[in-house]
């Protein structure tokens, strides 16, 4: 079954190329023109993913997110957006965005980011059955993970810093987890990218110091250490201290 995508885009010449070029692809496209018209859509048939025009009449991209977000829908949300300052893209990230795309944008860079979202919510393919139970392998010792003060549960899709717990979207935890997993070791930008999304978006993407920014933000308390270390020029370490 082709991947169902519903977009709303109020500026007529952009959804209609979108929505061939998504069409084109493979998708199976719902194309609507404001926030209002999205809300109903994605409450009367859930789609795969959502790509959503930041500034739009009336109810804009971000408060479709938040309201999706409140009722607890975890749909994958790329943002397309004209702005392009950090805060701006931080806003679309704390209303519960998985990703954005800033226009004016490749289509092909639209398709790689719908990618990379649809293989991070696409359900784990399970293990074939090894036998039985005498035959099987014992489980790996602990599921928790504990690196500089922090402590996660990757299949319960929790964090903590000390005792407080961390509230994070999809794209913030899977990047915290990754981290973690390395403690101690500088982790390239490519190889960051390519763990995370799938796909290198190149030098000039300021998409990965957008997350770590406001990662950090959520990480950070005064007086602490800062935990992800930036090595100029290279990557991101996570260390205390």
């Not at 993970?145 to 996660?152: C, T």
Request: glycine residues 10%.
């Amino acid at each position: 079954m082709p991947h169902t995508v519903l977009l709303a885009e109020d500026d007529r010449a952009i959804r209609n190329a979108l929505e061939r070029a998504l069409t084109l692809e493979g998708y199976r496209v719902t194309a609507v023109a404001d926030g209002v018209e999205a809300l109903a859509q994605a409450h009367r048939s859930r789609p795969d993913v959502l790509v959503l025009d930041v500034m739009m009449p009336g109810i804009d991209g971000l408060q479709v997110c938040r309201v999706l977000r409140a009722e607890g829908d975890r749909t994958p949300v790329l943002m397309l957006t004209a702005l392009v300052e950090t805060a701006d893209r931080i806003a679309g990230l704390d209303a519960g965005a998985d990703d954005y795309v800033v226009k004016p944008f490749d289509v092909e860079e639209v398709f790689a980011r719908l990618r990379a979202l649809l293989r991070r919510a696409a359900p784990a393919t399970p293990a074939p059955d090894p036998g039985p139970v005498a035959e099987r392998q014992p489980e790996p010792p602990g599921r928790f993970l504990e690196a500089a003060g922090l402590g996660m549960d990757p299949q319960a899709r929790r964090a903590w810093r000390g005792g407080r717990e961390l509230e994070l979207t999809r794209t913030e935890f899977e990047l915290l987890e990754l981290l973690i997993r390395n403690t101690g070791v500088v982790l390239e930008h490519a190889t960051i990218y390519d763990r995370i999304w799938g796909y290198d978006f190149g030098p000039g993407s300021k998409n990965l110091a957008v997350y770590v920014g406001y990662l950090r933000r959520k990480l950070d308390e005064p007086g602490a250490p800062q935990l992800i270390h930036t090595v100029r020029g290279v990557g991101y370490v996570l260390r205390e201290g």
